[in-house]
């Protein structure tokens, strides 16, 4: 096997499994038609997190506490949570201090039947996210959620951007969006296509041999 053909097989080895290290959810949030919208996907590896203690959360909506200088967000309507994970030590989590949300606000029509909170209000609570053990598949947590309120980001005080908090030892990872922000963590498959992009690269080259 040439060295052409070596090389390109050790890049598409390495991001695969690069692909299988990167996992988590994505709460997204978007403008529509006079609405905001707020979207979830993806799963959540919670062996991948560290077990903490569950903190209590009411309703659907955002939260922000200056005298913490944190955000928090969460939607319990189809119940309560009984568990939370967090995430390794030196892990940064910086993206969730701030402005992100920079009013509280409450009462978004919502659907779907997982239920979560998302917060960092140390020492008041541990950095992570807090869920139902009902609404796990093994070690495995996948967010339906989908929310909806009239206005902007604007007027419903949502500063755009990507705060995205990644365990430093796993890759694990728990993404808020706000707006049409690019995400660093490759696609699905958008990452299939490059792999078959190689696998052709590799293909042509020995047919040319």
Same mark, same amino acid.
């Given at each position: ?6 090389s390109a097989?050790s890049?598409s080895?390495?991001?695969?499994i ?25 799963v ?5 997190l ?31 949570l ?11 989590? *910086?993206?969730w201090?701030?402005d992100? @949300?920079?009013?509280?606000n409450?009462? /978004? #029509?919502? !659907? &779907?039947t997982?239920?979560?909170a ?6 008041l ?7 139902? *053990? ?5 070690? @495995?947590?996948t967010?339906?959620?989908s /929310? #909806?309120? !009239? &206005? ?21 990872f728990?993404?808020i969006?706000i ?6 963590v ?20 020995r047919?040319?041999?």
């Open positions: 096997m040439n060295k052409f053909i070596k097989l890049i080895v390495l991001g695969f690069s692909l299988q290290a990167q996992a988590g959810v994505v709460f997204s949030f978007t403008e529509s038609g006079g609405n905001v919208l707020m979207n979830s996907s993806g959540l590896n919670t062996a991948e560290v077990s903490s203690s569950p903190s209590g959360w009411g309703g659907v909506g955002v939260e922000t506490n200056a005298s913490q200088q944190s955000d928090i967000m969460g939607d319990t309507t189809m119940g309560g009984d568990v939370a994970f967090g995430f390794h030590d030196g892990t940064d989590f *910086s993206p201090i701030g992100m @949300f920079t009013t509280s409450f009462g /978004w #029509s919502t !659907s &779907g997982t239920q979560f998302t917060y960092i209000m140390d020492p609570r541990t950095p992570g996210i807090g869920i139902s *053990s009902a609404d796990l598949i093994g070690d @495995f947590w967010p339906d959620v /929310w #909806s309120k !009239s &206005g902007t980001f604007a007027n419903l005080g949502l500063t755009a951007g990507d705060y995205t908090i990644t365990d430093v030892l796993t890759g694990e728990i993404s969006k707006g049409n922000v690019t995400s660093a490759p696609e699905p498959t958008s990452f299939a296509l490059v792999l078959l992009g190689l696998a052709g690269l590799v293909f042509s080259r047919k040319s041999i």
